[in-house]
């Protein structure tokens, strides 16, 4: 079992929807959650990050993170077609060392059709 | 890509050549990174540097040496290219371990295309 699963979609929504991206994963010692965007042919960029169980809220974006269920989530409200890209949600063991290395999902491929 | 290059962007070659990809960075950032991107596995980590001259094996560097002798510069090489390190290769930085410290992130660079024939 891979160590992060997510869905690869592709996910096509139309311009306003909600979108929710999602991650599962299998270690329970995971401790801090992102989530990159990506645009075709670009690097990943941070978008969110957050620590432990909870939700963090940022203008459209909210990470939600479950550890009891080992689950994380990424809202984005009321979609734009500037959001179609692969999400890509990422976890790393703690803080230094080897365990400050990224384990990354396959990612999601969005697109917000206008 | 803020203060990151890569190069060369795009490159062919053929199997059993050495092929080194340079990673340049002007953000004077402590941590640098190599990942290599493939379809059905997402972004896996390859080797990664803590200074200079400081590095470590990551989760896939069967097949790959690196190098960073300059804070600036960090060198991956495929010392016998085979067709599977087909891929697109990036490299990152960050100022902390994984770029968490202080709201600090972890900045990737535009990529290089390598295809081994």
């Known amino acids: 079992q891979k160590e992060v699963e997510q869905d690869p979609g592709p996910l096509s929504v139309p311009e306003g929807a909600i979108v929710s991206l999602n991650c599962t994963y299998s270690n329970s010692a995971f401790q801090y959650f992102m989530w990159y965007r990506q645009y075709s042919r670009k690097g990943p960029e941070l978008l969110m990050y957050t620590y432990s169980s909870g939700n963090k809220e940022d203008g459209r974006f909210t990470a939600q993170v479950d550890k009891s269920s080992k689950y994380i989530s990424l809202f984005i409200r009321d979609s734009q077609p500037s959001d179609s890209a692969t999400y890509l949600c990422a976890m790393i063991l703690g803080y230094g060392g080897s365990q400050g290395n990224l384990i990354f999902g396959k990612g999601t491929k969005l697109s917000v059709k206008p | 890509d803020a203060g990151i290059t890569q190069s060369p962007r795009h490159k062919v070659t053929e199997t059993g050549t050495p092929v080194t990809l340079r990673c340049h960075q002007t953000?004077?950032?402590?941590?640098m990174y190599w990942y290599r991107q493939d379809p059905g596995h997402g972004l896996r980590l390859i080797h990664y540097?803590?200074?200079?001259?400081?590095?470590d094996k990551g989760e896939v560097s069967d097949g790959y040496s690196v190098s960073r002798s300059k804070t600036e510069d960090f060198l991956l090489t495929l010392e016998s290219a085979t067709s599977s390190q087909t891929s697109v290769y990036f490299c990152?930085?960050?100022?902390?371990?994984?770029?968490?410290?202080?709201?600090?992130?972890?900045?990737f660079g535009p990529g290089t295309r390598l295809l081994v024939l």
């Open positions: 953000e004077n950032h402590r941590y």
């Open positions: 540097s803590y200074g200079v001259k400081d590095t």
């Open positions: 990152a930085i960050s100022e902390s371990p994984s770029g968490l410290a202080f709201d600090e992130t972890q900045y």
